[in-house]
T-cell receptor
Framework: RKEVEQDPGPFNVPEGATVAFNCTYS??????FFWYRQDCRKEPKLLMS???SGNEDGRFTAQLNRASQYISLLIRDSKLSDSATYLC????????????FGSGTRLQVQP | DAGVIQSPRHEVTEMGQEVTLRCKPI?????LFWYRQTMMRGLELLIY????????DSGMPEDRFSAKMPNASFSTLKIQPSEPRDSAVYFC?????????????FGPGTRLLVL
């Protein structure tokens, strides 16, 4: 099993739609989780951190299910500017600072 | 505030040539990471440093790759000799240990093409 698994997409949604991505991880020791956003031909940028059961930041909500080892990202009222690849990143859980990045889910919001 | 700085932004070279990529981390950050990104393999960690000391280089593909961090504000990733399969985007990232060291800030990357 891969350390991090994500549906590569693309998810094609109209403006204003609600879209959700799931991510499964294999390391049960992971304590913290991150969603990074990567625009085409740009560097990854931190979107959201999750340290407990979930986190909400405006239109973005992340939820964590430790028992099933998955984390989701929900985007409400999608904007054209949300079009990007979303990378799921669980921590190592062992104090090792390196992170394992998922391969990402591509979102395309259409007018 | 200045973010992570990488140079060059683009590099085109011929097989067999030496390539040196440079990175300046965010001031005050004590962790520095080198990643490689390709369509096939995604974002892969090559090596990371803490306080200028290499901690984990298990991701370095082979002896052709080497990385150094002579001081807190500068790191290099060298490929010698380069091969076409080394073509990728190479990212440098840094983080600050005091917040857990897990939020990483990426530079804009170096796009390397080896012909």
């Amino acid at each position: 099993r891969k350390e991090v698994e994500q549906d590569p997409g693309p998810f094609n949604v109209p403006e204003g739609a609600t879209v959700a991505f799931n991510c499964t991880y294999s390391n049960s020791a992971s304590q913290s989780f991150f969603w990074y956003r990567q625009d085409c031909r740009k560097e990854p940028k931190l979107l959201m951190s999750v340290y407990s059961s979930g986190n909400e930041d405006g239109r973005f909500t992340a939820q964590l299910n430790r028992a099933s080892q998955y984390i989701s990202l929900l985007i409400r009222d999608s904007k054209l500017s949300d079009s990007a690849t979303y990378l799921c990143v669980p921590s190592s859980g062992t104090g090792r600072r390196a992170l394992t990045f998922g391969s990402g889910t591509r979102l395309q919001v259409q007018p | 505030d200045a973010g992570v700085i990488q140079s060059p932004r683009h590099e085109v070279t011929e097989m067999g040539q030496e390539v040196t990529l440079r990175c300046k981390p965010i001031s005050g950050h004590d962790y520095l990471f080198w990643y490689r990104q390709t369509m096939m393999r995604g974002l892969e960690l090559l090596i990371y440093f803490n306080n200028n000391v290499p901690i984990d280089d298990s991701g370095m593909p082979e002896d052709r790759f080497s990385a150094k961090m002579p001081n807190a504000s500068f790191s290099t990733l060298k490929i010698q000799p380069s091969e076409p399969r080394d073509s990728a985007v190479y990212f440098c990232a840094s983080s600050a240990g005091q917040d857990g060291g897990e939020t990483q800030y990426f530079g804009p990357g170096t796009r390397l093409l080896v012909l």
